[in-house]
């Protein structure tokens, strides 16, 4: 009987052949994996980003409501607790009472002292999710606690320069140390962050990077090393050949001018040889107001005006 024809050759494929195709598919599983971690890290920060605008409104249109910014929350308290995205108690102080800011700004600077915690959520009216960032974490809230005092932006002028928080850049230098409120992703890797679903245990990454550790004022097994008040505000920055000391934080400030009243700006001081609003010279004419030039203006009116150590700092009447 003869043989059929085209079955000389065994059929499907030979070891060799299922190998290669394994291979193949590895690696563009490993290729889709890749992408989709990309993808959902972009979508994670967006979101992180997203949330702090908000949030910033949020305190601004808190502030316009009650002359003030709210304590911070406590962070350890479970989302179904009592307590849960409540500023802490006794404003001004924002401790000795339930809830309680988690930490005290030390060394104390005085009224001018901050207090950290989570985000009051429920005090400043966001929905819950607002407490999280865009990996699940929860956002870090410190503000000084004399911002916090009833009337507080009514007490004094909203272009104080009082020692606040600080703020560093990436170089270590000093962007500011009038920051009376600050608010901190701790990103991507997390270092020192309250998990969503509260309690006392921060999350460990073993993050060396002393920027990440200054923001979570924690060690690098995510142990609370006190709250100093110092902020490190720069572009995201991975170390290739050391993924621990990379540095993913994301941070918003403001201070105390940040949250002036368009109504009170007329109502502010000003020196006419500072950069800054209302600058410019002495000895020009605007407005018809004598001595005034190069940006020091009112609106309707003359500034009443005073020279102290060689700089004129002038009063608008409103």
Not at 167 to 196: D, F, H, M, W
Not at 204 to 225: K, P, Q
């Amino acid at each position: 009987m003869a043989k059929p024809r085209g079955c000389s050759h065994s059929q499907g494929f030979t070891l060799l052949e299922m190998t290669i195709v394994l291979v193949i598919m590895g690696v563009v599983a490993i290729s889709l994996v890749a992408l989709f971690s990309a993808t959902l890290q972009k979508i994670q920060f967006r979101q992180s980003v997203a949330k702090m605008e908000a949030i910033q409104k949020a305190l601004y249109e808190y502030r316009l409501a009650f002359n003030r910014l709210p304590c911070p929350a406590d962070a350890t308290l479970a989302i179904n607790q009592v307590n849960f995205g409540y500023e802490a108690a006794n404003p001004g102080s924002c401790t000795g009472g339930a809830p309680t800011s988690n930490f005290s700004q030390t060394p104390s600077l005085g009224p001018q002292d901050a207090r950290e915690g989570m985000l009051p959520v429920k005090t400043i009216g966001l929905p819950d999710d607002y407490a999280f960032d865009g990996w699940g974490r929860r956002f870090i809230y410190a503000v000084s606690r004399d911002m916090t005092l009833p009337g507080a932006f009514a007490v004094s002028s909203t272009y104080d320069v009082s020692t606040r928080m600080t703020i560093l850049n990436a170089e270590g230098v000093v962007k500011s140390t009038i920051a009376c409120q600050v608010l901190v992703s701790l990103g991507l890797n997390g270092q020192g962050a309250y998990p969503r679903n509260g309690g006392t245990t921060r999350l460990n990454v073993s993050s060396t990077n002393i920027s990440e550790l200054n923001n979570c004022d924690c060690d690098s097994t995510g142990v609370s090393t006190g709250f100093e008040g110092t902020f490190v505000q720069k572009d995201i920055t991975l170390n290739a050949s050391d993924a621990t000391d990379s540095f993913d934080d994301l941070l918003t400030f403001s201070a105390r001018g940040n949250y002036l009243l368009p109504s009170s700006i007329m109502a502010q001081p000003f020196n006419l040889n500072a950069a800054g609003a209302g600058a410019g010279t002495v000895g020009g004419n605007v407005g018809g107001a004598p001595g005034l030039s190069g940006g020091g203006y009112c609106s309707g009116g003359n500034p009443t005006c005073t020279i102290n150590a060689g700089i004129k700092r002038c009063l608008c009447a409103m």
